[in-house]
């Protein structure tokens, strides 16, 4: 069965990183809803750009990228900086 997603462009910010890409949400569900999800430790990213988070110069940029719940400080949607 699929479920209709959206893509929502999103930054994590960990201690080490600020990392900017598009999550899949299910079509009508908030970010929260997916971080709120117990029985996932990882959370994928699309497009993602990695920065340090002390000067916010990018270190590199993958097409996809996973990051553990444990290392997420905050999350927002991009453009609200």
């Given at each position: 069965?699929?479920?209709?997603?959206?893509?929502?462009?999103?930054?994590?910010?960990?201690?080490?990183?600020?990392?900017?890409?598009?999550?899949?949400?299910?079509?009508?569900?908030?970010?929260?809803d997916?971080?709120?999800?117990?029985?996932?430790?990882?959370?994928?990213?699309?497009?993602?750009?990695v920065?340090?988070?002390?000067?916010?110069?990018?270190?590199?940029?993958?097409?996809?990228?996973?990051?553990?719940?444990?290392?997420?400080?905050?999350?927002?949607?991009?453009?609200?900086?």
């Amino acid at each position: 069965m699929y479920t209709e997603k959206d893509k929502v462009r999103v930054v994590m910010c960990t201690s080490l990183y600020k990392i900017e890409g598009d999550i899949s949400i299910t079509r009508g569900s908030r970010i929260t809803d997916m971080l709120n999800v117990k029985a996932h430790d990882f959370f994928p990213l699309t497009d993602a750009k990695v920065m340090s988070a002390l000067d916010g110069k990018i270190l590199f940029t993958k097409r996809y990228l996973t990051v553990h719940r444990n290392a997420i400080l905050l999350v927002f949607p991009a453009g609200d900086e």
